[in-house]
């Protein structure tokens, strides 16, 4: 990837990324928008099943960075929350296996909304990687295996994510793989009520996680 990223076509796309999204109002930190558009060629190869080089040759066109600009803009409420940082929330390695379980399962619910809505999982699959690699960058990190702080950005992603997608699941927008609709009011299914019964993942929803005293860098 790494190459990929010295690649004219991908400073190209890059640079178009940055400029409408900026358009929208969408602030950029650092290498994020590098990032965010890496991780999204990293999940089209992966989906499609092809190299990450004909991910952005051939599906990675202007529209589909159009799309991507679109996408984050309308998340704008969501990066100035990253940008006022998220406190962070304290979580044992278990509880973060879990929270990446999680962000899978949606993912994979994503991929079946491709079809029907590319935007809306472009922006789930998006986000998700983004939680995904914060998470497992704080795992990576942590060698004596005691509890992990989970901050800023993968936190804000990780909620938006969950919370996103069991709102999508419970009134019904995604067909739940049970293959039962599920409206408002109705009795969930397992797999939502995995998703969000989890009291843990309840209290990281909210937000009302025990917090650490200090902020630690976000990892990426
Ligand atoms: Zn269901």
Same mark, same amino acid.
């Given at each position: 990837m790494a190459n990929l990223r010295n690649t004219k076509l991908f400073k190209e796309r890059l640079a178009q990324f940055e400029k409408e999204a900026c358009q929208l109002g969408v602030v950029w930190v650092a290498a994020e928008a590098a990032d965010i558009l890496a991780e999204r060629i990293a999940f089209t190869a992966n989906q499609l099943g092809v190299t990450e080089r004909t991910a952005l040759q051939t599906y990675t066109t202007p529209h589909a960075i159009s799309l991507l600009a679109k996408v984050l803009a309308e998340h704008a409420a969501t990066y100035q929350e990253v940008m006022a940082e998220a406190e962070p929330v304290t979580i044992t390695v278990a509880d973060a296996g879990r929270m990446t379980a999680a962000l899978g399962m949606v993912c994979k619910l994503a991929t079946e909304q491709i079809g029907k809505d590319p935007g809306g999982a472009a922006g789930v699959l998006t986000d998700a990687a983004d939680a995904i690699v914060g998470i497992s960058a704080q795992i990576r990190a942590n060698d004596g295996g005691g509890p992990l702080s989970i901050g800023g950005r993968t936190l804000v992603y990780s909620r938006t994510v969950l919370t996103g997608a069991i709102e999508q699941l419970t009134t019904g927008v995604w067909e739940c793989p049970c293959g039962e609709q599920h409206l408002p009011g109705s009795d969930c299914c397992n797999l939502v009520l995995t998703l969000i019964a989890d009291p843990r993942r309840r209290r990281w929803l909210a937000g009302r996680? %025990? %917090?650490?005293a200090r902020r630690p860098a976000v990892g990426r």
């Open positions: 996680a %025990r %917090r650490t």
